[in-house]
């Protein structure tokens, strides 16, 4: 199985970038997916999940209301559309994905609560917003 991030780029901040996430040998609509980012130094912390039985979303605090996490089943594809960029969005963004459901307690906070169960993982792509 591989994943692959892409949309990652340069933008100023006020500005917005979309990435996705495709998935080989596996169908992505039977599976939770999950946006995650990291930056040098760092922890890796969660952004945003969706589910797959109601594909229903959880988002990290800081990017409520600006980022939204869908799917294009049709495209096998995960979004991640980010809006209102901000400096410290600035980070690695990985896709990940697992088979298995995701409850409602699963956590954002680096290394948090339920994020062991993803075990696909993409190489990431690199975010930068200038101020």
């Known amino acids: 199985v591989q994943i692959a991030e892409s949309g990652g780029g340069e933008v100023q901040a006020g500005g917005s970038l979309r990435l996705s996430c495709v998935a080989s040998e596996i169908g992505f609509p039977n599976y939770a997916v999950a946006w995650f980012r990291q930056a040098p130094g760092r922890e890796r912390e969660g952004v945003s999940y969706?589910?797959?039985?109601?594909?229903?979303?959880t988002y990290a605090d800081s990017v409520k209301g600006r980022f939204t996490i869908s799917r294009d089943n049709a495209k096998e594809t995960v979004l991640l559309q980010m809006n209102d960029l901000k400096f410290e969005d600035t980070e690695i963004y990985y896709c990940?994905?697992?088979?298995?459901?995701?409850?409602?307690?699963?956590?954002?906070?680096?290394?948090?609560?339920?994020?062991?169960?993803?075990?696909?993982w993409g190489r990431g792509t690199q975010v930068t917003v200038s101020s």
């Open positions: 969706i589910r797959t039985a109601d594909d229903s979303t």
């Open positions: 990940a994905a697992t088979d298995y459901p995701i409850g409602p307690t699963i956590s954002t906070k680096p290394n948090g609560h339920g994020q062991d169960v993803f075990e696909y």
